[in-house]
């Protein structure tokens, strides 16, 4: 016999069971909306008719449209920070790295891993937020970013001690621009260029001939050289 508090509790975990499928849905069609329209010409009907869910809920579950597109950028940008820093504190665990080292560990998860792909929502959201919404964009990035890319340069300055904190800095805004760009990579003028040598979807060769460009980029020595001294290029690796 079931109890009226047994019947309850079984409706409760329903309602639970049935608002968390919701919220799910409406993530994936804000996620697939955003990267195809970008967010000023993504409307929260949309989203709520993609999700076959009433439209008040985005409100309900995220503060509005702005909240929602706050949930899906972070999101979609936590695993690859989360592997860019595996990849640093394997580098730092080993004790010895130089400056391609550490560009590679910031470029290629954005083109090895199955999750980020050309048409990758890291890169769809990214290039849509900075073309659209600047107040957002720089608040987003600041929370998103910040931290990872403040040790990417952390390392860099140890690899590269005559190199100021601001041109390291210039050289990561250029590198993000053409990380970004080479994510949306296929057959273009370049190709053509190239006699078709060149395949904008070898996610390997990209990686490799962006490393090595971004690279020497970073060991530039401009006029504003700092010649305050810093820790060693390479470090004894630990015995």
Known sequence: ?????????????????????????????????????????????????????????????????????RHVFKEVTAPLNRTRQVRFARLIEAGEFDV?????????????DTTFPAHSAVASLSLGLTAEYDKLSDQLIAQVYDDINEQFLSMLERCLPQVTRAALVWRLYFLVGAVLTATRSRKTSFTRLSGDRMDGTDYQELVRQLVAFTSSGFRAITEDADTTPRSPTKRTKKP
């Open 100 to 112: 391609d080292d550490v560009v590679r560990a910031w470029v290629e998860p954005m083109f090895e």
């Open 1 to 69: 016999m079931t109890t009226s508090k047994g019947v309850a509790g079984n409706n409760s975990r329903s309602t639970r069971a049935k608002s968390k499928e919701t919220n799910e849905r409406l993530i994936k069609a804000a996620t697939k909306l955003f990267c195809q329209k970008g967010y000023g010409s993504t409307s929260i009907r949309e989203i709520a008719q993609a999700a076959n869910a009433n439209s008040a809920l985005i409100k309900y579950y995220f503060g509005g449209k702005e909240g929602l597109f």
